[in-house]
Nanobody, 113 residues
Framework: QVQLEESGGGLVQPGGSLRLSCAAS????????MGWYRQAPGKQREFVAS???????AYADSVKGRFTISRDNAKMTVYLQMSSLQLGDTAVYYC???????WGQGTQVTVSS
């Protein structure tokens, strides 16, 4: 069983920054691809970013150039640095570990003036 625990969400003004963290524990391999999805009210959950053990990254077009994903394999933690936040980034952000079926409980990010 794998557990994913997110932290770092909150309220931020447009143009601001936030950093999300996701710590993995349990029966998870350090080679697992990890990443983030988000779900805004009334919308489907969508892919945001992912990263492999060797730091190969992928991003949704909507966040390219603004968000940066990184990971610490020793700590089994993945991070999402979000900059130039926009109203449309408001959502619950979920951590995912591919191949494990595990999702985090979600952390709320609200961008509002």
């Amino acid at each position: 069983q794998v557990q994913l625990e997110e932290s770092g969400g909150g309220l931020v003004q447009p143009g601001g920054s936030l950093r999300l963290s996701c710590a993995a524990s349990g029966r998870i391999s350090s080679s697992s691809v990890m990443g983030w999805y988000r779900q805004a009210p009334g919308k489907q959950r969508e892919f945001v970013a992912s990263i492999t053990r060797d730091d190969y990254t992928a991003y949704a077009d909507s966040v390219k150039g603004r968000f940066t994903i990184s990971r610490d394999n020793a700590k089994m933690t993945v991070y999402l640095q979000m900059s130039s936040l926009q109203l449309g980034d408001t959502a619950v952000y979920y951590c995912r570990a591919w191949g494990t079926g595990a999702w985090g409980q979600g952390t709320q990010v609200t961008v509002s003036s």
